[in-house]
């Protein structure tokens, strides 16, 4: 058996919960990212991004078995992400982090991981 997790270390999906739920607070009221998400309502993005986020930092795999494979790139490819979009994605997520108390290390670990995932996700420049 292995180690621990980053994501039993960090406390689980409490903690993941909270970050993605401040991150879409974030997003909700902000006018450059709300119109990228065609739902009406963000339940279903930010159940998606969480069990995502679960997943990838060694959670229960809930993400694959309902979803498949992430494929970010395909999956953002129909919205116009461009630099301003990365950065004001990257405030909300500061915001999450912040929320979540991480020690100095874990949370060092988890931005860098954001900060190089936001940028992938550019598709559209000026």
């Known amino acids: 058996m292995g180690g621990v997790t980053f ?43 969480l069990l995502f986020l679960v997943q990838y930092w060694g959670g229960p795999t809930t993400y694959s078995e309902q979803r498949g494979h992430p494929r970010l790139r395909m999956r953002h490819a129909p919205f116009a992400v461009d630099l301003e979009a990365r950065d004001r994605w990257l405030v909300h997520f500061r915001a999450g982090l912040d929320a979540a108390a991480l020690t ?23």
Do not use: C, K, S
């Not at 607070?25 to 065609?38: F, H, K, Q, S, T």
């Not at 954001?114 to 420049?125: G, I, P, Y």
């Open 104 to 126: 100095p290390e874990q949370d060092a670990q988890f931005w860098d991981y954001v900060t190089h995932a936001a940028q992938f996700m550019v598709n559209t420049f000026d």
């Open 7 to 49: 994501y039993e270390e960090i406390g689980g999906f409490d903690t993941m919960q909270r970050i993605v739920a401040t991150f879409y607070e974030g997003v909700a009221d902000d006018e450059v990212l709300r119109p990228l998400y065609p739902e009406e309502d963000l339940g279903p993005a930010e159940e998606r991004f």
